[in-house]
């Protein structure tokens, strides 16, 4: 290996933050008027109260909940599915671990703005913080919305770790190749790394020991939302299988955002020879096994629930097979299971316009399953006085739009000013790498992998 | 700070120039060697390889643990509240949070320690050079004795010779 198989990839990945088109002024007015759309919609609810939003009883948990769970899923895109790769040391992670960690990062943010603009009193959100109170009254442990709490705060500051750390010999490589502001911003954020083999083999192991510590929060985070939920005596909701059922759905959801999130960066920002059709391909396949995961936990959740026959849960279940809420389910099945499976079966056309078109109905398959998860439950709940109507309003369908165009604006941000592909763990990964016969006699691959 | 060292693009002649340099007499741990990748599969990418991290991170999730454990039933001890039938100090329900916080511990503590044992921040003033950045490899000694003598050891198959 030399130089000159790396110098272009590495001139290739930086250029984006040394050179700006005219689209990323335009996506950044265009998904920035719609935040400040969404934050207007949030002051006015804030001003006017919760009322504004579509909550009535028996409906207290609605669209903000529905898209609460829909972000925390999406979060298993990344760190998740970096961990995933980076343990099995599967090689053709190397230009999508960091495309994902980031919508981890964002979405997870994202997502835990929902149970504060959920709050009738959002400026009492802190009461949820573990400090005692005046009276040395601390939040009550025993409650699935604080465990919320210490879930979502592990993995995001996990995620933030996992997504950061691995970015400071990026930062080194824009260091050298900046001048004046941008290096000395460039320098602070790489910290004086220099590449020595100790910080190497130091961040290399950091990196194993946060992908081992950061999976089994990635799977309990979306358990415990799944206990929000399985906790309460709901009908449809207080079910055993919520848990894997919810960890399979984010994970499905999180790829589905993935291959979006790489297919805008492939055609924005020119990565065709980074980005390969391999990569959908390979995504294309786990996206395929989770949809199969999905129906099935479908299946056995619905098909327990029908012959068990009780009457509170059968309301729901009727209700959203050929009731009020069967348009939304069955758009959703077909979203989530019959287009991706038509299309990710088939090697024709688990292309990358195959995937993003599964990917999309997925996405939209998702939400919807939310929804139908939080809203049939809470107007039928088991006593008929207790039933009623849910109706969308202006302000929650403003403020949601205002999250998924806050989300592409974030990424088109980070994708501005950080090199969206890991450029070391590129060129380390290249086939030249792989050349092992300057090793010390009696050591193998497997030795030096540090994997 | 005074430095000798060479650049080269071939990491097979970077792992010749460390060899050199320890023919020459210099000792192992004072061979500084620079990239822009981690070289996993060429011995001199294995020098320094030994860490006590993962074993941090196993005492610091169990101090997390052990923490964690003592302040939810210290506090659940504090106001002794019956909530839905379950016990004052429920373990069923506090193993969440004790999961949480016990990996959270381990998770900072990597980060910690990944700091302090790789010198991270530093400010300048060690042996550097940006054509790093470009994939070249550098290998060299700070403050050498005498740099004039370990020119050869270095000046090798293109390789760049530098002092400072």
Known sequence: MNRTLTKPIADDLVRPLFQTSIWFYAILLATGTVVACGAVAWGYQLWYGIGVSGKRWPTFWALYLTNFVFWIGISHAGTLISAILRLV???????????????????LSIGALFPIIHLGRPWLAFWLFPYPSAREIWPNFRSPLAWDFFAI???LTGSVLFLFLPMIPDFALVRDRSTGFRRRVYGALAMGWRGTTKEWNRLESAMQIMAIAILPVAVSVHTIVSFDFSMATVPMWHSTIFGPYFVAGAIFSGIAALILAMAALRKALHLEQYLLPL??????????????????FVFSERLTVWYGNEPSEMAVFWATQRGAYAPLYWTMVVCNFVVPLAILSNPYTRTIVGCVIASCGVVVGMWLERFLIIVPSLTHKQLPYSWGTYQVTPVELTITAATFAGMILLYTLFAKFVPIISIWELKAGLPSRQDSTALPPGSTKAEGAHS | MKAVYGLYNDPHV??????????????????????SEPF?????????????????AVAAGAVGLALTYYLLGASQRSWPLVTSGM???PMWSN??????????????????TLFVTASLPRRGGKMYDPEVSDGYILVGVENPADAARLEPALAIGGGRVKRT
């Open chain 2, 14 to 35: 970077a792992q010749q120039a460390v060899e050199n340099l320890r023919a020459a007499g210099v000792a192992d741990a004072d061979i500084t060697v620079i990239s």
């Open chain 1, 279 to 296: 990569h959908f391909d390979n995504l294309g396949k786990l996206l395929l096994l989770m949809c199969i995961f999905w129906g099935y």
């Open chain 2, 87 to 89: 016990p004052i100090v």
């Open chain 1, 153 to 155: 705060n592990t993995y």
């Open chain 2, 95 to 112: 193993m969440i949070i004790i999961f949480e916080m016990t990996m959270l511990s381990a998770i900072i503590a990597t980060v910690i």
């Open chain 1, 89 to 107: 040391n599967a090689g053709w992670r190397r230009p999508v671990t960091r495309c994902a960690e980031v919508i981890t990062v964002f979405a």
């Open chain 2, 40 to 56: 996993d599969h060429f011995e001199f990418g294995h020098r320094d390889a030994k860490t006590v991290m993962p074993w941090v």
